[in-house]
């Protein structure tokens, strides 16, 4: 006898499967847009846009709602499972590249690795290849990374802010040289009037951002959005109550950083250690 397929109504697919529960929930519970918004404290037209799935929000808008709502945890792990969908992190990436495009100004924490944006061609290519990148579609990846760069070089470039952890700066490529021309490009780009770069100190200990690479955009409507890294997965965030807690974290980071001319000397000092043989 065949198996009986369960018939529940419901979306099976992550991001939708979010969006109907949030549609139900307020729904049963008699609720407006502007009610929610009331309650809670966000602008309502956020809530109206995850009902459409065209934003998932954050974590702290979900976990809100689940308070709200009286269904602790359902909301959430629902809206994990949306971030991590393989199809939602492909449609954020492509929307985080546009307005990358455009943006008219950009803020970047790295916790692990150079930002796309200054990287040379020997590191993106050793960094796409440890991701698992082969043959033509590494080549493919490191081409269109490279073009990226123009962002910055271009007339009229918006202003770049980078704050690196000094873990970025120890983890170097096994290519001597390469490592050190890397280092050469990282310390050429800063000279640029648009390019600020600041290095953490392993010595200023756990902070905001500790294991979250963050990037900052703003945009030509006059909205900050972000992008953040953790492990492997990423996420856009737009709701402007999050993007403005982020904010707040990268600012206590930058408190902590090195100064542009003492990092300058940090980099300098590093790209001098490149050069001598490794001791044996």
């Keep these: 006898m065949p198996t009986r397929r369960v018939v529940t109504g419901r979306s099976q697919e992550p991001r939708r499967r979010f969006v109907e529960e949030l549609r139900r929930l307020r729904t049963e519970r008699g609720d407006s847009l502007r009610k929610l918004g009331d309650v809670l404290g966000w602008d309502w037209s956020l ?25 602790p945890g359902l909301l959430l792990a ?20 546009a ?33 698992g990148l082969t043959g033509q579609e590494l080549s493919r990846q490191v081409e269109a990374r490279l073009g990226r760069r123009e962002l910055l070089e271009r007339e009229g470039a918006p202003p770049f802010r980078t704050i690196l952890s000094e873990a970025v ?32 100190p ?13 990037m900052f955009l703003r945009t030509p409507s006059g909205h900050t959005v972000a992008w953040v890294e953790t492990g492997y997965s990423g996420s856009l965030v737009q709701e402007t109550a999050s993007v ?37």
């Design 202 to 214: 392993y010595a200023a200990g756990l902070h905001a951002l500790t294991n979250t690479t963050t």
């Design 78 to 97: 629902l809206w994990e499972l949306a971030v991590g969908d393989p199809t939602q992190f492909r449609e954020q990436y492509r929307r985080y590249m």
């Design 244 to 280: 403005e807690k982020l904010q707040l974290k990268y600012d206590s980071v930058r408190d902590v950083a090195l100064s542009p001319a003492a990092s300058r000397k940090f980099i300098t000092r590093m790209s001098e250690e490149a050069e001598c043989p490794p001791s044996i």
């Design 47 to 71: 809530f109206g846009k995850m009902e459409s799935g065209e934003t998932l929000g954050g974590p702290e808008v979900v976990q809100a709602l689940d308070q709200h709502y009286g269904t």
């Design 169 to 200: 700066l120890r983890t170097s490529l096994d290519d001597r040289p390469a490592w050190r021309r890397q280092l050469e490009h990282l310390l050429e780009m800063s000279d640029r009037r648009n390019v600020t770069v600041h290095v953490v």
């Design 99 to 131: 307005l990358e495009a455009e943006a008219l100004s950009l803020w970047h924490y790295a916790v692990s690795a150079l930002p796309g944006l200054l990287q040379t061609e020997d590191y993106a290519r050793t960094l796409l290849s440890a991701g």
